[in-house]
């Protein structure tokens, strides 16, 4: 599990005090060591991993997940499923509202007949 696409996410998120390791915010510059646990807010839920392993090089998203362990709860995973089915319509905070185009392709999706 690649918690991060990329390094400017992840430092991003460090810097809007989204990543906590033993309850402290931490800045993108912090060295983890191995058994510490990382707490990540991800809008709706808050991911909680254990370091199992430091890699030293860029690797694969599957090589990557064999170096943590998930330690989330399984409650947290239901709140995304349960935002998911209720199709809850998600804009970015400072988009504003949506255009008369982007009503239409809201529409289209959720095949509202007007």
Known sequence: MRIFKSRTL???ACKGSKIRIASQI??????????????IQQNPIIKTVKVKQILKNRVSATLAAEAMEDLTPA???EKLKFNRELNHEWRDHGVGRPTKKDRRDIDRLKDVDL
């Open 75 to 77: 409650e947290e995973y």
């Open 10 to 12: 992840a430092s991003d």
């Open 26 to 39: 931490v800045k993108p510059s912090r060295e983890v060591k191995i058994g510490e646990i990382v707490t």
